[in-house]
């Protein structure tokens, strides 16, 4: 899995345990997602239109710092499918594990358009 993005974990991000809220997580790994979709499918038209279940498996508190890791499952005929991790660099713990989430590529009409896209392309090779 290639992480892509660290977020550190500030007052505003907790809930009123003191920890980490799964909302604001999941914000965080919905836009990462999306932005890795967008990179991925050259269209900044894409919508998250599955999120297979969601298992918190620990927590952060503030100071933390979180890693998100996103690996392709599989690539449609208009969409991405991704799994996704969260993890804690501070304890080294994973907080959370996404199997699936399937992103659709858009036109601009709102309606899912092919990719043809079969395979991940790393920025630096398309230059």
Known sequence: MRFHTRKWVKPED??????????QLLAWIDEELALYTIIQLENSRV?????????FRSSAKQGDIIEIGIDVVKFGKSSLTLKCEARNMMTRETIISIDTTTMVNLDA?????PHGKTEIEFVKNRV
Request: no cysteine; hydrophobic share 25%; proline share 8%.
């Open 14 to 23: 907790l809930n009123p345990n003191g920890t980490l809220f799964g909302g």
């Open 47 to 55: 919508v998250t239109k599955h999120m297979s279940e969601i298992n």
């Open 109 to 113: 009409d709102g309606k899912p358009k």
